[in-house]
């Protein structure tokens, strides 16, 4: 499927400041459960027409679960393992999931972070929020770091075969490197923790 077909067709002395997108026609390709598709046909600021099949997605929560209990220890991460049908292979992944319409980020967090792995958090703060592909997909992913983690029992969903591990963040970090974490936001999270918690861009 061709995502998209660009038709340059420049207004002259037309300013970007100025200029404000108009969506000169959408279609409903698709809806289903977890998305839609749109076929439509835009006018960018900076003047070009174009066709864009758009992904419409509600936006994702993303929980970074951090145990830092004990200190003067480095603080471990919980991830997840699951097998992924786009990958075709199992992940290791922080826990995440759709954000159901009309719920707030607080409460989908809090209920992924329980039905994925079954531990509960006392504090849970936002670190992160951005697009996963913004040429296709208009999907957001908001990132939460979750501490103060309570156990409790996982509660799945059905088509869902889920493990999970602590740990350490150095070896959580080496796996990023060394592409046994091929998982954007995983990935992200990670960093972003490991950069907090050596005070390096604070």
Known sequence: MVLYAVMPRARKNASPKDAKLRVLS??????????????????????????????????????????????????????????RYAAKSLLWEIPAGRIEPGEDQLKAARRELKEETGFSAKRLKPILHFYVSPGFLDEVMFVYMATGLIAGEAQPEDDEKITSRFFPLSQALRMCLKGKIIDAKTISAILWLFAQTTGNFK
């Open 26 to 83: 959408s279609q409903l390709v698709y809806k289903g459960p977890w998305f839609a598709v749109t076929t439509d046909h835009i006018q960018e600021p900076n003047g070009v027409t174009a066709r864009r099949d758009l992904i419409r997605h509600s936006g994702s929560i993303v929980i970074l679960p951090v145990d830092n209990s004990k200190k003067g220890e480095e603080p471990r991460v919980l991830l997840i393992q699951q097998y």
